[in-house]
């Protein structure tokens, strides 16, 4: 029945908003760390992409993650010779991750999430009348 493909499908999307989301939550989470040596990186932004995926068993295309990456940006400096990882200049490198982009991609992820979600209970909703109906 095609209510289960689309599904399959929505279900598809939702494990892929939630990968993204991970990343979103990694890249939030060290977006103020710095390199524990003078001289080391900080932590680099990630990045993901996806790519659709024939499920042969249902016959319908789904997504997937395809590459978690990373960004390969120049990182921010800040001038702090106080800090524990200036370098001789006394300047501090600091993560490639911008807070306002992190927000922005997880309101994005959310709202893909929900779309998805709202097709699965809408394709259940069918099925549910569909059942009702033949028990009458």
């Known amino acids: 029945m095609d209510l289960y493909k689309s599904m399959a499908a929505s279900a598809a999307g939702m494990k892929a908003q939630g990968a993204r989301l991970k990343v979103i939550?990694?890249?939030?989470?060290?977006?103020?760390?710095?390199?524990?040596?003078?001289?080391?990186?900080?932590?680099?932004?990630?990045?993901?992409?996806?790519?659709?995926?024939?499920?042969?068993?249902?016959?319908?295309e789904t997504v997937k993650v395809a590459k978690i990456g990373v960004d390969k940006s120049d990182f921010e400096r800040r001038y702090d010779p106080s800090h524990p990882s200036a370098d001789a200049d006394g300047y501090v490198l600091l993560p490639n991750v911008s807070t306002l982009v992190e927000a922005m991609d997880m309101r994005e992820a959310q709202r893909t999430y929900e779309a998805n979600l709202s097709a699965i209970d809408t394709a259940r909703q069918m099925l549910t009348r569909t059942l009702e109906l033949l028990r009458t």
């Open 25 to 60: 939550s990694e890249n939030l989470a060290n977006a103020n760390t710095t390199a524990e040596t003078p001289g080391d990186l900080p932590y680099r932004r990630k990045t993901i992409t996806f790519a659709n995926e024939l499920d042969r068993k249902l016959g319908v």
